[in-house]
């Protein structure tokens, strides 16, 4: 593939909120009898109040808690074509154990956390996610991977006023003020395909692109958003082949877009069929610039391509590599190093998807631990005001100048994205910009 480095000033950073609710559709309908009981006239509001509980269908907000633990629980992929997410959990596992050893947990409760197999499968998320809540009586959910996994049951724990924290997934959907008990964690895919599209109409000019993407929601994101956004231009999607997450062989596809020949190709793909993608797009000899997915950036997903594949691809990201040599010297990079080696479980500290999953447990904490500071009680209620108002400069192993922050109208925390460039050489992604 082409490594056509243009080492530009553009939008290194950029705060997309409007984009990203004006993608937002869907959400429950009103009804003045929905709630039932909910909660009680003590639990319809919250400090804050942006947070709006009349609609609950709980009455109970601190099942989950008690004097000695909070049970959090999630599901995710540790079996199957997708395991290479369960990585995520062992960064946030270690820093949860750290918390509990070192701190005492958050407020003297110890965090007591609880995961089930999913394998990627929706039905089984929605199956998982029924027993957390049912049998285990957890206290809220917390980084279920995948966009079809969290939509499989969002509705039921919206009814239920059930926190869903940080979900692994940058869907728009979670930006639907609509479903207040939902938030997102990575950037949206909205706001990162708009990135790229602003990168061709100001370095390709002219380009016919290419675009091969998941389909279901997840990848449809980027072709619908990339298509928007050059609509009217000079740009030509000339392409658009997609494929079915259970099958991560894309080198059909990618024959059917060669034959096109186009100088762009745009790959909304995630897991296995990341590498798939690049080395089929790298067998064919296309001179194309080649954009793919930030949940295909770590080096499990890297280092799974042939040597050369993925030259040059361009891809965001708001998180520290920890393998860079420009953060050895930074203080949340070495308590990472250095907590994440004491308290991991056959941890690789050099991927960056262990990071992720270390920089949102953060995230977790410093929720909890605001909820009891500003909330006097720490509750459902208390726990959702406090994510919906989260406002850090920095946080966990996110980069400088990427803070964690939402606010009323605002449920995505982060917003601000930093394009990258991958060198076979350095094995890393150099920032552009």
Same mark, same amino acid.
């Not at 059917?256 to 790298?282: F, K």
């Not at 950036?297 to 280092?303: A, C, I, K, R």
């Not at 410093?366 to 006097?376: D, H, I, P, Q, R």
């Given at each position: 593939?082409?490594?056509r ?9 950029l ?9 937002? +559709?869907g ?7 929905a *709630? ?11 400090? +804050? ?9 709980s009455?109970?907000f ?6 000695t633990?909070i ?8 079996? +199957? ?10 960064? /946030?596992?270690?820093y949860?154990?750290?918390i509990?050893a070192?701190e005492?947990g958050?407020? *003297?409760?110890?965090?007591?956390f ?22 285990d009586?957890?206290?809220?959910l917390?980084n279920v ?7 499989a ?10 926190p ?21 964690s ?8 708009l990135?790229?599209?602003e ?13 091969? /993407? ?7 994101? /980027? %072709?619908d ?16 082949e997609?494929y ?12 059917s877009?060669a034959?096109?020949?186009p ?8 897991? %296995?069929?990341?590498?798939?993608a690049l ?8 001179d194309a610039?080649?954009?793919v997915s930030?949940t ?10 042939e040597? *050369? ?15 860079d040599p420009?953060?050895s ?6 308590l ?6 004491e308290?991991?479980?056959d941890?690789d500290l ?7 999953g270390?920089?949102?447990?953060v ?8 909820a009891?500071e ?9 726990v959702?005001?406090?994510?919906r108002t ?5 946080i966990? %192993? ?7 922050r939402?606010?009323? +109208? ?9 394009l ?12 552009? *910009?």
């Amino acid at each position: 593939m082409s490594t056509r480095t243009t080492w530009t000033r553009l939008v290194g950073l950029l705060a997309v909120v409007a984009l990203v609710l004006a993608a937002c +559709g869907g959400g429950r309908e009103d009804d003045d009898d929905a *709630g039932g009981d909910g909660g009680g006239e003590e639990t319809t509001e919250t400090a +804050g109040g942006i947070v709006d509980l009349s609609e609950c269908n709980s009455a109970d907000f601190t099942t989950g808690v008690d004097d000695t633990s909070i049970k959090i629980g999630s599901s995710f992929p540790q079996s +199957g074509t997708f395991a290479a997410f369960a990585e995520i959990s062992k960064g /946030y596992r270690a820093y949860f154990d750290y918390i509990n050893a070192e701190e005492g947990g958050v407020d *003297g409760r110890q965090i007591d956390f609880v995961a089930e197999d999913d394998a990627y499968d929706a039905t089984r998320t929605a199956n998982n996610v029924a027993q957390l809540i049912q049998q285990d009586e957890i206290f809220a959910l917390f980084n279920v991977v995948g966009t079809e996994n969290n939509l499989a049951f969002w509705d039921d724990t919206e009814e239920e006023c059930i926190p869903n924290l940080f979900a692994a997934t940058g869907s728009p959907n979670w930006g639907n003020p609509e479903y207040q008990f939902t938030i997102g964690s990575l950037p949206a895919y909205t706001t990162e395909t708009l990135l790229y599209a602003e990168y061709v109409k100001e370095n390709l000019p002219g380009s016919r692109v290419a675009v091969l /993407y998941q389909n279901d929601d997840f990848g449809k994101t /980027y %072709l619908d958003t990339f298509k928007r956004e050059t609509e009217g231009t000079d740009i030509e999607v000339v392409a658009e082949e997609s494929y079915s997450r259970d099958n991560t062989d894309v080198a059909p596809q990618v024959t059917s877009i060669a034959a096109e020949d186009p100088d762009v190709i745009l790959l909304g793909t995630t897991a %296995l069929a990341c590498p798939s993608a690049l080395n089929a797009v790298n067998d064919a000899n296309l001179d194309a610039q080649v954009f793919v997915s930030s949940t295909c950036t770590s080096p499990t997903l890297v280092g799974l391509a042939e040597p *050369g594949a993925a030259e040059g691809a361009i891809s965001i990201t708001a998180i520290k590599d920890p393998r860079d040599p420009q953060w050895s010297d930074d203080p949340p990079m070495q308590l990472y190093l250095e907590k994440g080696a004491e308290y991991g479980d056959d941890i690789d500290l050099e991927n960056t998807i262990t990071a992720y999953g270390w920089t949102f447990g953060v995230a977790l904490v410093e929720v909890l631990k605001a909820a009891v500071e500003e909330g006097g009680e720490l509750n459902r209620a208390t726990v959702m005001e406090a994510a919906r108002t989260i406002d850090r400069d920095e946080i966990g %192993l996110s980069l400088p100048g990427v803070p964690v922050r939402m606010g009323e +109208g605002d449920k995505f925390p982060s917003e601000t994205l930093q394009l990258m460039q991958y060198s076979e050489a350095d094995e890393l992604w150099a920032f552009l *910009g």
